[in-house]
């Protein structure tokens, strides 16, 4: 059965900073799409991040270029996601995601970004809740 179980959210201050982690059990993600969203209250799940498991390569939405770092482990078959600077808008359930099935390996961290956009056949996390206050 694949899981993603992610961990690392919490309650910090404006400015503070936060590294999410995903564990994927059940499928060994060496040359996968993966991705972290988030989901604020009222609002549509956005993708923040995406790397291609095996290349390495990544993209970030614009919005958040610059304070966030998409990276996995896979030894330890584990994604994280570094935020910083963070404000109350960061408030939101962040979500693991990975797409299942190989990525070939000419598809960039663009591609990916893409692909789990169109939520092909994603597999997603029970997410974690990140609290931003002022």
């Known amino acids: 059965q694949v899981r993603l179980v992610e961990s690392g959210g919490g309650s910090v201050q404006a400015g503070g900073s936060l590294r999410l982690s995903c564990a994927a059990l059940g499928y060994t993600y060496s040359s996968n799409c993966m991705g972290w969203f988030r989901q604020a209250p009222g609002k549509k799940r956005e993708v923040l991040a995406a790397?291609?498991?095996?290349?390495?390569?990544?993209y970030y939405a614009d919005s958040l270029k610059g304070r966030l770092t998409i990276s996995r482990d896979n030894a330890e078959n584990s994604l994280y996601l570094s935020i910083n600077s963070l404000k109350p808008e960061d408030t939101a359930m962040y979500y693991c995601?990975?797409?299942?099935?190989?990525?070939?390996?000419?598809?960039?961290?663009?591609?990916?970004?893409?692909?789990?956009?169109?939520?092909?056949?994603?597999?997603w996390g029970p997410g974690t809740q990140v609290t931003v206050s002022s």
């Open positions: 790397i291609h498991t095996g290349a390495g390569s990544t």
């Open positions: 995601a990975a797409e299942i099935g190989t990525a070939p390996s000419w598809m960039t961290g663009a591609d990916c970004y893409t692909k789990l956009q169109k939520r092909v056949s994603t597999y």
